[in-house]
T-cell receptor, first 113, second 112 residues
């Protein structure tokens, strides 16, 4: 069972709409990553956050550690935002050290002009 | 300068062949990784190296052998390629395990 669940799996929006992508995880973590995979295949790290909220341009990421939930918001969406957005959390090794990332299955976003 | 560079970007080869994918990072990171992205676009860790030492080896066939000559390089060698090995392979590096990941642009491997 994948320990990172994302919703929705697919999302189509009109240009200008406010977008929300959700991520829930089942393991205890100290940080969560949001990644963007472009249609061409490259992966870009958008955010790493461990509490509260981070903002970069039109992208906002929030996390609630107690509820094991994070959201990625895109304001004033644009066709160039069309990509797959992936949530990832590090596993915890025995002894509590951070392990490797495990990934959600991604949310495919298409923004129509 | 590209932070994490992989070569080649595309690789088409026949079943049974042996091939290598190279990865180099110029970020000074201590940890490097290989991930496989399958046809359903799901990313999964294969190997993780910290300062040239293997720290994670997930359930990957023995035909896959990572090699880290120094902490800036992590190459992936695949023996006796099979059709199921067709995927996109991503190299990544991080400041420490779990933090500050940077991904390479991926290598699309097609086995025919």
């Amino acid at each position: 069972k994948n320990e990172v669940e994302q919703s929705p799996q697919n999302l189509t929006a009109q240009e200008g709409e406010f977008i929300t992508i959700n991520c829930s995880y089942s393991v205890g973590i100290s940080a969560l990553h949001w990644l963007q995979q472009h249609p061409g295949g490259g992966i870009v790290s958008l955010f790493m956050l461990s509490s509260g909220k981070k903002k970069h341009g039109r992208l906002i990421a929030t996390i609630n550690i107690q509820e094991k939930h994070s959201s990625l918001h895109i304001t004033a969406s644009h066709p160039r935002d069309s990509a797959v957005y992936i949530c990832a959390v590090p596993t915890l090794n025995y002894g509590g050290s951070q392990g490797n990332l495990i990934f959600g299955k991604g949310t495919k976003l298409s923004v129509k002009p | 300068d590209t932070a994490v560079s992989q070569t080649p970007k595309y690789l088409v080869t026949q079943m049974g062949n042996d091939k290598s994918i190279k990865c180099e990072q110029n970020l000074g990171h201590d940890t490097m990784y290989w991930y496989k992205q399958d046809s359903k676009k799901f990313l999964k860790i294969m190997f993780s190296y910290n300062n040239k030492e293997l720290i994670i080896n997930e359930t990957v066939p023995n035909r896959f052998s990572p090699k880290s000559p120094d902490k800036a390089h992590l190459n992936l060698h695949i023996n006796s390629l099979e059709l199921g090995d067709s995927a996109v392979y991503f190299c990544a590096s991080s400041q420490d395990v779990g933090y500050g990941y940077t991904f390479g642009s991926g290598t699309r491997l097609t086995v025919v």
